[in-house]
């Protein structure tokens, strides 16, 4: 079966008691014994509830695995992930990783003894020279925000289990539809639901994948006694958007791929980064690894000021943090998901004041095209009126 048909039927999708088209909202804390002596399949709904583990058994689908959790948020998932750790373990995380994740390494996880090395991942070499006596895991993410830098998978996912290290991706950018880390190697897949698989920008959910049965009993057991699970409400609504997910990626990806062309060819705009590009630089590796290029790209406007203007004129997407919706969101890197780097440290990886994230909707792409145009335009009459080139030198 395609992805598109798995996506709608590869586990049940329809109620088994009822036939209901829809697995249907099991709003219920505990469950009724019939028999003490044969106990039901279900007791307490944080070990455990129908609606939940319908939405657990197809993110184990979609991904290659067989165990599937989720989790009151992204970060509850990958915080729930960090758990398998204990103190004295050492990590090895992608320098480019999530601001949360970054923050829950270096506030919280510090404090309880796990330490971490922070490295390009995109260099095998540096991963393999961050490797210590005591690393047991390694954590990844490619595409990287907001660079869209690409680490090879498989090579890295080999080096880690030859050094006997856990590998963990976040899947979050690509989905399972572009992208099946455990395929090229992975032992676990985490995801912010919040963005592309749930998809509409109105529910906040983690989702988290592996087909190791001694890796699934553990991150069961952290499930169920950390106990941050995704509430019933929210499962339907991730398993609602889950269903359209193919053909709304399928819509934003080629979206996507005409701006981030549109953009490149634009005089006002200085770069853009967009794994679809032949330029980037990890276009190769991306089209090696994943089925797809995704529907967030980057593009730098060389300044501040004309960031300013552009994000006033702009009509149609939100301007807002987050991304993965049916709504087009430009974001602002540098005041936004990476305002707690230090400066210098965010123009060394390019996230510079002129940096904005575009995660593209479902909007005409036409119309988006002329909403970015009539803005840069505005940047233009700027430039113009303080007498400044409108065109810095992007450095390629
Ligand atoms: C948003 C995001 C997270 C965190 O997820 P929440 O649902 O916001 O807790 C983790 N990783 C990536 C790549 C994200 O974009």
Same mark, same amino acid.
């Given at each position: 079966m395609n992805f598109a048909t798995r996506v709608l039927h590869g586990t049940s999708s329809i109620d088994r008691v009822t036939g209901a088209s829809s697995i249907p909202?099991?709003?219920?804390s505990t469950f009724h014994q019939f028999d003490i002596d044969q @106990?039901?399949?279900?007791?307490?709904a944080r070990s455990g509830n129908p609606t939940r583990q319908a939405l657990e058994e197809m993110i184990a689908h979609l991904e290659g695995g067989k165990y599937g959790f989720a989790f009151a948020s992204g970060m509850a998932a990958v915080s729930s992930v960090f758990l398998l750790f204990s103190a004295g373990d050492h990590l090895v995380v992608a320098e480019d990783v999530y601001g949360g994740t970054y923050r829950v390494l270096t506030n919280i996880l510090s404090r309880l003894g796990v330490q971490v090395t922070f490295v390009d991942t995109t260099d095998p070499e540096a991963v393999q020279a961050a490797i210590q006596s005591n690393t047991r895991g390694l954590y990844l993410e490619t595409p990287?925000? @907001?660079?869209?830098k690409v680490t090879d998978l498989a090579l890295l996912c080999s080096l880690a289990r030859d050094k006997g290290l856990l590998t963990i991706v976040d899947n979050t950018f690509l989905t399972p539809y572009y992208q099946r880390p455990l395929e090229l190697g992975a032992d676990i897949v985490v995801h912010s639901a919040t963005k592309f698989i749930g998809g509409h920008s109105d529910v906040v959910a983690g989702l988290v994948a592996t087909r190791d049965e001694r890796l699934g009993k553990q991150l069961y057991a952290i499930q169920n006694g950390f106990g941050s699970i995704l509430g019933v409400q929210d499962c339907w609504l991730v398993m609602r958007g889950l269903k359209t997910l193919k053909t709304r990626l399928d819509v934003s990806s080629q979206s996507a791929a005409a701006i981030a062309r549109w953009l490149d060819a634009h005089?006002?705009?200085d770069r853009v980064y967009y794994?679809?590009?032949?330029?980037?630089?990890?276009h190769y590796l991306q089209t090696r690894q994943a089925s797809g290029h995704g529907a967030v790209l980057s593009f730098d406007l060389g300044s501040r000021e004309r960031v300013k203007i552009l994000l006033d004129a702009v009509k149609l997407p939100l301007v807002a943090v987050s991304l993965g919706a049916v709504e087009s969101i430009l974001s602002y890197p540098a005041q936004m998901s990476h305002a707690s780097m230090p400066p210098e440290e965010r123009r060394q990886r390019g996230i510079t004041d002129g940096l904005l994230r575009l995660s593209v909707g479902l909007e005409d792409v036409d119309d988006l095209i002329a909403d970015l145009e009539q803005a840069l335009a505005a940047t233009a009459r700027y430039a113009s009126a303080n007498n400044t080139s409108s065109k810095s030198c992007g450095n390629w």
């Open positions: 909202i099991y709003q219920a @106990p039901g399949e279900y007791d307490y990287s925000n @907001p660079t869209l005089p006002l705009v794994t679809g590009l032949p330029e980037h630089q990890g």
